[in-house]
C-alpha cells in the first residue's frame, strides 16, 4: 500500500524532509490501525486526504475507535481496547466505564464524559454523536469507551451508523459483557452440559411499571437467563415467570458491581430473591442470572474482591 502511494507522495512533496515529515505525521495519526484492522481502502482515502490538503500540519484524518472497556476489572480490557486507549487524542466515556479502566488511558488525553443515568441522558445520543463526527474532522484519534461491549445493549451501532454516514473511518472493538463478566467472576458458568444449552441475554428495562418480554422464550428447559438494566423490575419479572409456569424455587442471582473490588452476589429463589434484595441497599451495575446454573455459585465461586458475598 506505502510502495503504491510512494510516487503520488513523491509527487506532492519536493524535499526528502517534506516527505519525511508527511510519513512521520502520516504512521503517528489512524492509518497504521487501518491497515492493521483490514481497511485498506479507508487507509488509501486517508492517505489521499493528506496529500491533496494543503496545510501540511492537518495531514492526518481523524478516527474514531467504539471501544468495548469490559466490565470492570482493568485486567479484562482486551489489548487492542489497551493499545487504542494508549493512543487516543480524546476519550469520551460512559458511567459504566470504571475509575481503574479509565486511569489506563494515555495521560494527557482529553477526557469527556457523557455518561448516561437510567430514565436521563447527561448527553443526549445525537449531541455524542455528532462530538464523535466533529472530534474526528479536526484530525483526532477518538476513543469511544464503553462499559461492557459496545454491540450488546450499549446502542454501539446507533453511534456508528452516524460515523458511516458522515463517511469518518471508524472501528469497533469488542468488550468482556457484563453477562460474561459477572457470570465468571461469580462462578456461575452460563451454560453447563447437565442444566443449560442455551443462554439469552434480554433487557428488563420497565416501561411505565411494566416488563414487555417474550416470556413464552424465557421459560424455556435447559436454558439460562440474564437480565440487563433489572433491578427496579426484580419483583414484577420474577412474579411474571412463575405466573408462566417457572418453578417458583428456580435459583436466580443478582451480581452487583461484577468483577469490581466491590462485588457482590445475592443469590435465591423467584420466591425469595426480591425480598432479600429489598432489604439491602444496592449499587449499580447489577445484573441478573436465572437458571439451575445459579445453584453452582455455593460450589464455584472463587472472587471475594474487597467486601464479602452475601
Ligand atoms: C446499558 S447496559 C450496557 C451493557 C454493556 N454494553 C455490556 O455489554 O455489559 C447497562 C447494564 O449492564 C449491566 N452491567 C454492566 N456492567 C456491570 C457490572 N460490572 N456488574 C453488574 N452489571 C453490569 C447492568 O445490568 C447495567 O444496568
Redesign the pocket.
Known amino acids: 500500500l506505502m510502495s503504491e502511494m510512494r510516487e503520488t507522495v513523491k509527487q506532492r512533496f519536493n524535499t526528502v524532509g517534506s516527505r519525511r515529515r508527511f510519513w512521520e505525521s502520516l504512521l503517528d495519526g489512524p492509518v497504521p490501525e487501518m491497515v492493521f484492522g483490514g481497511q485498506d481502502d479507508a487507509a488509501k482515502r486517508a492517505i489521499q486526504a493528506a496529500i491533496d490538503t494543503d496545510d501540511d500540519k492537518s495531514f492526518t484524518q481523524g478516527e474514531v475507535y467504539l471501544v468495548g472497556a469490559g466490565?470492570?476489572d482493568p485486567d479484562l480490557l482486551t489489548f487492542k481496547a489497551l493499545r487504542l486507549m494508549q493512543k487516543a487524542d480524546v476519550v469520551l466515556y460512559d458511567r459504566?466505564v470504571s475509575p481503574a479502566v479509565l486511569d489506563l488511558v494515555r495521560r494527557d488525553a482529553e477526557r469527556i464524559y457523557v455518561g448516561k443515568k437510567r430514565d436521563y441522558h447527561a448527553v443526549r445520543q445525537e449531541e455524542i454523536s455528532a462530538n464523535l463526527v466533529s472530534l474526528a474532522q479536526a484530525g483526532k484519534v477518538v476513543v469511544r469507551l464503553?462499559?461492557?461491549?459496545?454491540f450488546?445493549?450499549?446502542r454501539g451501532g446507533e453511534e456508528i451508523a452516524t460515523l458511516a454516514d458522515h463517511n469518518i473511518p471508524f472501528q469497533v472493538v469488542p468488550?468482556i459483557?457484563?453477562a460474561s463478566?459477572?457470570a465468571c467472576y461469580a462462578g456461575i458458568p452460563l451454560t453447563h452440559r447437565d442444566y443449560a444449552q442455551s443462554v439469552m441475554f434480554v433487557t428488563g428495562q420497565l416501561k411505565d411499571g411494566s416488563l414487555n418480554l417474550n416470556w413464552d422464550a424465557l421459560v424455556q428447559p435447559q436454558q439460562t437467563v440474564v437480565i440487563?438494566?433489572?433491578l427496579m423490575g426484580l419483583s414484577v419479572l420474577c412474579s411474571k415467570l412463575m405466573e408462566q409456569g417457572m418453578s417458583a424455587d428456580m435459583p436466580i442471582a443478582l451480581?452487583?458491581?461484577?468483577?469490581?473490588p466491590e462485588q457482590r452476589v445475592l443469590t435465591g429463589s423467584l420466591s425469595t430473591l426480591p425480598a432479600i434484595v429489598a432489604g439491602e441497599t444496592m449499587h449499580?451495575?447489577?445484573?441478573i442470572i436465572i437458571g439451575e446454573v445459579v445453584a453452582l455459585h455455593d460450589q464455584l465461586a472463587w472472587y471475594e474482591g474487597e467486601s464479602n458475598s452475601v
Open positions: 466490565s470492570g459504566l464503553k462499559g461492557g461491549d459496545p450488546i445493549f450499549g468488550g459483557t457484563a463478566g459477572c440487563y438494566m433489572g451480581v452487583e458491581r461484577g468483577t469490581m449499580a451495575p447489577t445484573l
